[in-house]
């Protein structure tokens, strides 16, 4: 998978992290990307916004 910073400050940074899922038998089910804002409070790092197009997998698990 990727991870690239897509803009940054000093406490504030938004990332676009590529997802990748595979099954139990480590085969690639799915690839797709996410947009992360991360903003560093109180000595932490807090994720405070995940946004996903993330595909349905029915199709890899036969669900009626």
């Known amino acids: 998978s ?3 910073d897509v803009v ?3 406490t504030i940074v938004h990332v676009d992290k590529e997802v990748l899922r595979y099954n139990i038998e480590n085969m690639l089910l799915t690839r797709f990307h996410s947009l992360w804002v991360l903003a560093y409070e109180q ?6 916004f995940r946004s996903s197009l ?8 036969n669900f009626k």
């Open 2 to 4: 990727d991870v690239r």
């Open 8 to 10: 940054s400050s000093g």
């Open 43 to 48: 000595g932490r790092w807090t994720a405070k």
């Open 54 to 61: 993330a595909p349905k997998l029915r199709t890899f698990w």
